[in-house]
């Protein structure tokens, strides 16, 4: 595989992850507005990203940026680099493990159980276990992962230079908003979770069996990721003992 096919791949693979993060983020930040913009969005991007297509564009963009991640993570000659650069491959290789349970709770429920994702449902089962703020941060590493490497990506190119501003405010007050949307949306569901129709809907949750279902799938997947990450880690730590020898 050629350098340039393998600059291609890992730049189109990162601008679909960076524009699935993106709308997600502009999705919490419609909660400025309403909770009912908010959730009339996520419909929206239901349709797209639950669709065939969107699936396949979606988690093979995915498949593709971790294969990329973690051969480059081994070819490497050394880790001693800038910190900006570790930092952006920690936040790259951190965020499977925090997006992990994400998307077996939304998209893998939604598939097996027909658990719709609404905003309704899943802010109300983060006020329960009192996790709002973990979910708040799920996001960032890979928003600033995504935002580093495109940073790098164009840098030299001329209308970059000329609209690197507009990349920079975007990339601050997008996650800020997405927060303040979010929060703002807790708050509202919190006060509505008062009434009986509410109490009735939090109670609208998968049976236990279910969810030590998705539990062990998530634990499966995780330690199949870390199994991945750890073989590269001991690959490179042979290859550098053949070295020495």
Known sequence: M????????????????????????????????????????????????????????????????LALALTGLYQRHTLRLPWMELLRIAFGLSFPLLLVGHAITTRVGYEWYGLLPQYQRVITSLISSGSEGRQIALLAPGWLHGCMGLNIAFRHRGFYQRWRWLFVTLAIALPLASAAGFLLMSQEIALLLQTPDWQYLAAKRLSKADADSLSDLRDQVLSIYGGLLLAVLLARTVRWVRSKL
């Open 2 to 65: 050629t350098q340039q096919l393998i600059h291609t791949l890992r730049l189109g693979s990162g601008l679909v992850l960076w524009a699935y993060i993106a709308t997600h983020l502009l999705n919490h930040a419609l909660g400025l507005w309403s909770l009912a913009a908010a959730e009339q969005a996520l419909r929206l991007a239901i349709v797209v990203w639950h669709s065939w297509l969107g699936t396949l564009v979606l988690y093979g963009a995915f498949a593709v940026h």
